[in-house]
């Protein structure tokens, strides 16, 4: 059972870090909002018909599990899906697929700032130097690309910022007004709500284009709709059912490790010393934040006399 739990965790951590790759490919020819317009409505093909005919709890069907988690649905279609998506997707036309993965590996310390804010959950020690930790790597990371002048990557760092903020939002969403709703419930919902979002935008982006997109970019969309979302969704599911939130959340550890390889690999895309030293302080942080890395406990002394 571990090591299909290790088996399905790398798998999953290749996908999510091949979307990178995909939207780098894709977006120059689609746009931003047209990709993941088709991207959502892919996932939404697949996991809609998929879940509706399981019955997912017990007896009860997928449909009355799905309209009874409507309305987080639909939230968590725009704040989880439609609008980190976009953000990403724009990413990528300025950084490496490598850099916007390590922007993507920030969500956990999103995650826990807006649960001190909005939920008003104290913050240990440790999660504390997590977020000083992961903040250094982000500023490393960003140091002298992110100028908003032209040429440079300052409006794409925003973008993966706030798109790892959404994620962020929406995790706590679901922990305030949406655990009790059905996982797979949700995660089909909110496709279907976020492909509803922007089908307009996509359909009139599409048919004003210049030109229509690549038989390649095509490839890359459905790719990140089938592979990248509605697969992934599958696998992350799973592990979180047979290893709990922690163990699933390691895969934030490797996402950014299987960028760099694909973009390395097809797009020849450069890995430099400061990506290396951005990406472990904000795997460390992340660590920290998470509770995955913890500090050691120092060993009563003992007594004598």
């Known amino acids: 059972m571990r090591r299909r739990w290790l088996l399905e965790l790398v798998l999953l951590a290749a996908l999510w870090g091949a979307s990178f790759f995909f939207m780098r490919v894709a977006a120059p020819e689609f746009g931003p909002v047209p990709l993941i317009g088709v991207r959502v409505a892919v996932a939404a093909a697949v996991l809609a018909p998929v879940f509706l005919s399981a019955r997912v709890r017990g007896s009860e069907g997928g449909f009355r599990l799905l309209r009874r988690g409507a309305a987080p649905a639909v939230v968590l279609g725009v704040v989880n899906s439609a609008l980190p998506f976009c953000l990403f997707a724009f990413a990528t036309l300025s950084v490496t697929s490598g850099m916007a993965a390590i922007l993507n590996a920030t969500a956990p310390f999103f995650t826990a700032f807006v649960a001190r804010v909005w939920l008003r959950e104290r913050l240990s020690p440790p999660r504390v130097a997590g977020l000083v930790i992961g903040f250094a790597g982000v500023v ?30 929406a995790a706590n969403y679901v922990k305030r007004h949406a655990s009790a709703t059905h996982p797979l419930a949700l995660a089909a919902g909110s496709q279907v709500a976020a492909a509803a979002l922007l089908l307009p935008a996509t359909l009139w982006s599409l048919s004003r284009a210049a030109a229509p997109p690549s038989a390649r970019a095509w490839v890359m969309a459905v790719a990140l709709g089938v592979l990248c979302t509605a697969v992934a969704y599958v696998l992350y599911f799973r592990l979180i059912a047979a290893a709990g939130p922690t163990g699933a959340i390691t895969v934030t550890f490797l996402i950014p490790v299987f960028a760099m390889v ?15 030293a951005g990406m472990v302080l904000v795997l460390a942080g992340t660590g920290l934040t998470t509770g995955l890395i913890r500090f050691p406990r120092a060993s009563p002394l003992p007594v004598t006399g």
């Not at 490393?140 to 939002?169: D, E, I, M, N």
């Open 140 to 169: 490393v990371l960003v140091w002298k690309v992110a100028s908003f002048r032209s040429g440079g990557a300052g409006w794409a760092v925003a973008a993966g910022l706030g798109g790892s903020f959404c994620y962020g939002v």
């Open 262 to 276: 694909w973009g390395f690999v097809f797009l020849g895309e450069g890995v430099t010393p400061r990506m290396i």
